[in-house]
């Protein structure tokens, strides 16, 4: 008698894996610049964030402020817990470039919302490590056009400052981008996240345009300095709902996986 095919551990109501992933990260606190809220993609983020019942806090200037506690624990508690909604300034339209990840580096948001122990965010960004999200981003995604190289693959990463799936359900930004180079010949997007809420990607038009990476780890080095994240399995089959073809009901993405940073644990070939 011939063996029954397996299910998919996709499709399979009830499967474990699904109850391992992340929490959407909520903010306790949403602040927004006015001169973000002039941006129509700011106004959307406002929709999004007051339809999750989110507060919200429309400050007076277009500058941050009362994010200091009484010490530094303190004030990374509430940075972290902190969405500020602003315009991107001038010099972020200047891209720099970002051997051997992709051609050039474009920023949608500065600042994290999960709590990595190695996280090299905490000397690279100035401040308080608030997640700032950059209301004008279709301007910013308009600017990458005169980036672009004519007759040889362009590509462009957007996760070097923050992970985009962690704050997608928050700002859409993510998808924002997709479309933008889904319509760009000759161009690819690139993202890397540790997140696995990806089900927002998997209709949008990428047209084999956006590469979508999971960083992946042992699980030991997961669960003990990846505060915040979703589990490696959990990742893993996010990562297979990206690749799946459509008609399977994933996204048809191109895909790959970053093994970082290596880390010194026992038993490491097992792990």
């Not at 499967?15 to 002039?38: G, I």
Request: proline fraction near 8%.
């Amino acid at each position: 008698m011939s063996a029954q095919p397996t299910q998919s551990p996709i499709s399979q109501p009830g499967n474990t894996t699904h109850r391992m992933t992340s929490r959407l990260w909520m903010p306790r606190q949403v602040l927004f610049t006015p001169d973000a809220l002039e941006e129509p993609f700011g106004q959307q983020i406002y929709t999004r964030v007051t339809n999750l019942n989110l507060p919200v806090t429309i400050l007076k200037t277009n500058r941050l402020t009362g994010l200091r506690g009484e010490d530094d624990r303190q004030t990374y508690r509430n940075a972290k817990q902190t969405l500020a909604v602003v315009k991107a300034p001038p010099g972020t339209f200047r891209l720099q470039p970002i051997p051997p990840s992709a051609d050039w580096q474009m920023n949608l948001a500065e600042g994290c919302p999960a709590h990595c122990q190695y996280c090299y965010l905490a000397g690279s960004l100035q401040g308080p490590p608030v997640t700032r999200v950059f209301a004008n981003l279709p301007q910013m995604l308009s600017n990458t056009v005169a980036y672009e190289q004519t007759g040889k693959m362009t590509t462009f990463e957007v996760s070097c400052y923050t992970d985009v799936i962690g704050i997608e359900h928050l700002t859409g930004g993510l998808a924002e981008c997709i479309r933008h180079f889904g319509n760009r010949p000759d161009t690819q997007l690139r993202f890397v996240t540790k997140y696995d809420q990806v089900d927002s990607l998997l209709g949008l038009p990428h047209n084999g345009r956006t590469r979508a990476r999971v960083s992946l780890n042992a699980d030991s080095v997961a669960r003990r300095l990846e505060g915040g994240t979703a589990s490696i399995e959990a990742r893993l089959m996010a990562l297979r709902k990206l690749a799946m073809p459509p008609e399977q009901g994933g996204g048809g993405y191109p895909v790959g996986v970053v093994l970082a940073p290596i880390m010194p644990v026992d038993n490491w070939r097992e792990q």
